[in-house]
């Protein structure tokens, strides 16, 4: 990624080298760390919960 796009934040998946399995987890843990009611969670949980959600994502675009 060019400095002038990272300054942008003009990135997509195929540049950041990610599938859409780990793209998708990133997204649903970034969601679970910004909701402080849920900050108790040990990292293991929110790791687990992230690729739980990714893949349930990715079966259910598979159905459509």
Not at 20 to 36: P, T, W
Not at 48 to 55: G, R, T
Request: charged fraction near 20%; charge should be negative.
């Amino acid at each position: 990624v060019s400095a002038e796009c990272a300054n942008r934040g003009n990135y997509t998946i195929g540049n950041l080298g990610l599938s859409k399995r780990e793209y998708f987890a990133g997204l649903a843990m970034q969601g679970i760390l910004a909701n402080s009611s849920l900050n108790n969670l040990k990292e293991e949980t929110v790791a687990e919960i992230s690729v739980l959600c990714a893949n349930e994502l990715l079966k259910r675009l598979e159905e459509q």
